[in-house]
């Protein structure tokens, strides 16, 4: 079955970095176009990022020049490298693998961003 299990969260201060990761499997990973989206406090959840199985890529404004995605098809892991963090991308980050009649989401890691 599919499985999707992020890492990498934690408690950093503003400015600072941290990479996340999403380990995938269950799927034929190398095919499966891959998203890392967010969740805030009483907020919606939204994409961050997202990157095709040809490695196109797509960002939300928030974060575009700040943060990269970026897949490593032999270890079916998908990665979020987030640098400039402000606190406003406090959040829980979860990834999703699109696939044929739904998507499947991973647990989510949270990210804390102190001012």
């Known amino acids: 079955q599919v499985q999707l299990v992020e890492s990498g969260g934690g408690l950093v201060q503003a400015g600072g970095s941290l990479t996340l990761s999403c380990a995938a499997s269950?799927?034929?990973?190398?095919?499966?176009?891959m998203g890392w989206y967010r969740q805030a406090p009483g907020k919606q959840r939204e994409l961050v990022a997202f990157?095709?199985?040809?490695?196109?890529?797509t960002y939300s404004d928030s974060v575009k020049g700040r943060f990269t995605i970026s897949r490593d098809n032999a270890k079916n892991t998908v990665y979020l490298q987030m640098n400039s963090l402000k606190p406003e991308d406090t959040g829980v980050y979860y990834c999703?693998?699109?696939?044929?009649?739904?998507?499947?989401w991973g647990q989510g890691t949270q990210v804390t961003v102190s001012s």
């Open positions: 999703k693998a699109p696939r044929p009649g739904r998507d499947y």
């Open positions: 269950g799927f034929i990973f190398r095919s499966n176009a």
């Open positions: 990157i095709t199985n040809n490695d196109r890529t």
